[in-house]
């Protein structure tokens, strides 16, 4: 098989995500807080990808200003990552509308249904996140255009389940709508191998985290360069009284403090020194603010370095369009070689 039939084969298995992305290829980057602004996005967006800005924190003023700078910079299509829980959800699903954003991807817990209803009476495609089959009906029954598996292996915060597991349980049984994939992706065979699964696309985001594009500290990305697999692990709860959200990243200084607090706060709490209100806020509070420490601050020890499994599989700092060309390249030649067997 020549380059160019595995290309238009490629081209066929991934069809029904580009064709619902409006991209060249059904490379989504995963939204990243702090690191998906206008530069990274519009960089995967011209680079033939599709970009997905991280609202984050951000209130409805600055995302309007995050979305129309991203506009002077891409013509091609991109989406808008927002939080669930976000206290003004419903301006920012707004601000979205009013700029025109084709897709909307409304990210940490099952959205709700007046958010699904405005995002598509608005005319925008809903995006949602499933982690778990009879989830992922209920999201397609709700209105989902499409929906995202992502695996424990991802990074930020993830669920229990791994995307190897995840795919078994979701691809065969969701048809509806398209199903991207995440978690742990680094490398075009494996992409490759989850399209002839079923899957509509791959979403990427520890990759995509350490490109010459994103505005990440040097220190962020020279920490992604030397982390090995084995070194992006979740964040770890000590007592089932507290629970803590689990969030996959580089074990460093912080980590290692975390657990130290949630030590000393459970003392606090058992001598009645806080109560457990208290006690569980202090441990909520402890990593406010550390993602942007460690992306923006360069303050890699004792910021949040959030980091999928797949920070092994970065090695270098490259640009967006050459880790696309790296990953189609990949899942080319591995369907070349099998043509060739
Ligand atoms: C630094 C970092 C920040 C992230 N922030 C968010 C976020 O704000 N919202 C979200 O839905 N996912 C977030 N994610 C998850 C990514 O969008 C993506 O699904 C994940 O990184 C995929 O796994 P991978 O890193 O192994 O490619 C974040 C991931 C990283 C590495």
Not at 38 to 56: K, Q, T
């Amino acid at each position: 098989m020549e380059r160019s039939a595995a290309r238009a084969r490629l081209d066929a298995l991934w069809a029904r995500g580009t064709a619902f992305l409006g991209s060249e290829t059904a490379l989504l980057a995963g939204a990243m807080s702090w690191v998906s602004e206008r530069h990274l996005v519009s960089a995967i967006s011209n680079a033939g990808g599709f970009g997905v800005i991280a609202c984050g924190s951000m209130g409805p003023e600055l995302l309007e200003k995050e979305i129309a700078a991203t506009l002077a910079m891409t013509t091609k299509p991109f989406g808008v990552n927002l939080i669930t829980m976000h206290p003004q959800l419903d301006d920012l699903v707004r601000v979205c509308l009013a700029a025109k954003v084709g897709h909307v991807v409304l990210a940490g817990g099952i959205p709700p249904g007046s958010a699904v209803r405005a995002v598509k009476d608005g005319g925008a495609k809903l995006v949602a996140f499933a982690p778990a089959l009879v989830l992922a009906k209920r999201l397609v029954r709700s209105g989902a255009d499409a929906i995202i598996i992502e695996g424990s292996e991802a990074g930020g915060h993830i669920g229990p389940v791994s995307l190897t597991v995840l795919a078994q349980e979701i691809l065969p049984f969701i048809k509806d709508v398209p199903v991207f994939v995440a978690g742990g992706l680094g490398r075009g065979e494996a992409i490759l191998s989850y399209l002839e699964m079923g899957a509509a696309g791959a979403q990427l985001g520890t990759r995509f985290a350490a490109a010459a594009e994103s505005i990440a500290h040097a220190n962020f990305k020279q920490a992604f360069i030397r982390a090995s697999a084995r070194d992006a692990i979740p964040s770890i709860q000590l007592d089932e009284r507290f629970p803590v959200i689990p969030v996959r990243g580089l074990a460093n200084a912080g980590t290692k403090r975390f657990l130290a607090h949630q030590a000393e706060t459970l003392r606090r709490f058992d001598s009645g020194e806080l109560n457990k209100e208290q006690a569980q806020l202090s441990i909520e509070h402890f990593w406010a603010g550390a993602l942007r420490r460690a992306v923006i601050d360069g303050d890699v020890e004792q910021g949040s370095v959030m980091a999928g499994q797949s920070v092994g599989m970065v090695t270098a700092v490259q640009t967006v369009a050459e880790v696309i060309a790296e990953l189609v390249g990949q899942a080319e030649d591995a369907l070349m070689a099998r043509s060739a067997a």
